[in-house]
Nanobody
């Protein structure tokens, strides 16, 4: 079955950077577009970024455009989210997503 395992979250100061990873297994990774979502307690999950099967097409939420970059390595079955110039409002649990499958999430906290 589909398994998605996120890593790379942590505590970072405003203006800092983090790189999230999502290791995928249980399906043919290269055949599916992948998403990163985030969720703050009490709010709905927000789509942050999408990447197409070969990585040629990406899209971002307006709130992260120009700061976050989604990428993938189909040889490693892994999708990444490079987050730069982090802001307090980026604090959330970040989830990797494929269709109706979700990882366990990784906490990102932006705080001074």
């Amino acid at each position: 079955q589909v398994r998605l395992v996120e890593s790379g979250g942590g505590l970072v100061q405003p203006g800092g950077s983090l790189r999230l990873s999502c290791a995928a297994s249980g399906f043919t990774f290269s055949r599916y577009g992948m998403n990163w979502y985030r969720q703050v307690p009490g709010k709905e999950r927000e789509l942050v970024a999408f990447i197409s099967t070969a990585g040629g097409s990406t899209s971002y939420a307006d709130s992260v455009k120009g700061r976050f970059t989604i990428s993938r390595d189909n040889a490693k079955n892994t999708v990444y989210l490079q987050m730069n110039r982090l802001k307090y409002e980026d604090t959330a649990v970040y989830y990797c997503n494929l269709l109706d499958s979700w990882g366990q999430g990784t906490q990102v906290t932006v705080s001074s």
